[in-house]
């Protein structure tokens, strides 16, 4: 994940993240703010290193746009000549600022020709397989070890296999509503109702219950 740009909703989950990436940030000095970041949207909770549990989306690579996604493809793709994307990252390409006021001049002074400037850009798409292919073997040899196995040793050595405390004091709990009766006139949450009690029968269970928010007073 490139985090040039992204927003964080005020969540438990968030504040999870936030507190991860400040305490890698105070503890680790030659740790980059973005690779911490990709770091703990993706991978898992691992030893005494609890993930964050967010709920992550990707936004829009046409409205939300890097530098190569617009000198590579906003140039040349017809149906996006008068598309005006929300953001533009000059992230791909040395040096930035040309690319940045070729941007500038585009959207901003309606400069119609300003990204041909950079019409030495190549235009085709090579597919990730291809492009991974010389180097598979190091991409797995990444998966299989890891980025950093020695805390994973560290925590065998203090903890053995038994479960380990988060390092960062976090913890992960459920939102539970107590039981209450339904309006009469709330249709959902008889729904709801009756669906768990045909579903339980008597016996703990998650039970997801999707509904328009129409349907509910908020």
Excluded at 30 to 43: C, I, K, L, P, Y
Excluded at 125 to 142: K, M, Q, T, V, W
Excluded at 162 to 179: D, F, G, R, Y
Aim: aromatic letters at 8%.
């Amino acid at each position: 994940w490139n985090s040039g740009l992204w927003d964080a909703r005020a969540t438990k989950a968030s504040h999870r993240l936030m507190t991860i990436l400040a305490y890698r940030m105070e503890h680790e000095p030659n740790t980059w703010d973005q690779s911490a970041f990709g770091e703990e949207v993706a991978r898992p909770a691992r030893d005494d290193h609890l993930a964050a549990g967010l709920i992550k989306r990707a936004l829009s690579y046409w409205c939300f746009a890097n530098s190569k996604t617009v000198f590579r493809r906003f140039r040349v793709e017809p149906r996006l000549a008068d598309h005006m994307p929300v953001v533009v990252h000059a992230n791909y390409h040395q040096p930035k600022e040309p690319r940045m006021r070729s941007v500038y001049d585009r959207w901003h002074l309606g400069q119609r020709d300003a990204l041909n400037r950079f019409s030495q850009e190549p235009t085709q798409i090579i597919p990730a397989p291809e492009l991974e292919r010389n180097f598979l073997h190091s991409i797995n040899d990444g998966f299989v070890s890891g980025s950093d196995h020695r805390n994973a040793l560290a925590a065998l050595t203090s903890a053995g296999c038994k479960a380990i405390p988060s390092k960062h004091a976090l913890s992960i709990t459920l939102h539970v509503h107590k039981l209450s009766d339904c309006p009469p006139d709330d249709s959902l949450c008889s729904a709801a109702r009756l669906a768990a009690n045909r579903r339980a029968e008597g016996r703990g269970e998650l039970l997801l219950v999707i509904g328009s928010a129409l349907d509910a007073k908020a």
